[in-house]
């Protein structure tokens, strides 16, 4: 009886603790803490880290003509940023907001390529840059595209004028500080790993 009664004790205690992390991470993520994320904004990107996965240039065509091959899922959007359409699978939209499809711009090496992939950024920053909320700000996707974006800012800011710019690096930094605030909170795993190597990733290159 006392054995049983030290289980559901440990068990309760467990639950709370979890129950806890997951108000912090809500709270820090709350239009009340934004503040916190604000400070000051680095003037460059001083090394861009290696992307060592394969990358094809044909995606990067696709996703010109507004096709989205993402997380084995297709979506055309018709014309319209995919930041502004609904989809409703999880996998397909954490990838679309991770930026790991940067590469295939970089890959491609055309200016038309590196327009594109300014424009995207560009949509993601006016519709989700300052709305700390929903799949995009996941803290591991938040850590994917922080990666992402230290990797492929050379594609990213080619032929960027003075106000793209600093509008990226603006976001850029905020994106860091709240991956710093919420990795204290993340439980063990990949996500954790990424986050930590996003957050040494931002320390080598700003």
Not at 43 to 52: H, N, S
Not at 103 to 113: C, D, K, N, S, V
């Amino acid at each position: 009886m006392a054995i049983a009664a030290g289980s559901t004790t440990r068990l309760w205690t467990l639950v709370a603790k979890e129950f806890w992390r997951k108000t912090r991470r809500r709270l820090r993520g709350g239009p009340i803490h934004r503040w916190r994320y604000s400070g000051r904004t680095p003037e460059r990107v001083l090394i861009a880290p290696p992307d060592l996965r394969l990358a094809d240039r044909q995606i990067a065509l696709e996703i010109y003509y507004g096709r989205y091959p993402l997380s084995g899922h297709l979506v055309e959007t018709g014309g319209k940023s995919p930041f502004q359409i609904a989809v409703a699978n999880p996998g397909w939209q954490k990838a679309l907001h991770g930026f790991r499809w940067l590469r295939h711009m970089r890959a491609a090496g055309t200016e038309l390529a590196a327009a594109n992939a300014r424009a995207l950024v560009s949509d993601w920053i006016t519709i989700h840059g300052s709305n700390i909320s929903g799949v995009a700000w996941e803290p591991g996707t938040t850590a994917k595209r922080v990666i992402a974006w230290l990797q492929h800012s050379s594609v990213v800011l080619q032929g960027a004028e003075f106000p793209f710019y600093r509008a990226f690096l603006k976001s850029l930094a905020m994106q860091i500080r709240y991956l710093r605030a919420m990795a204290r909170e993340m439980p063990d795993g990949k996500d954790r790993l990424r986050a930590r190597i996003a957050l040494a990733f931002a320390a080598l290159s700003l």
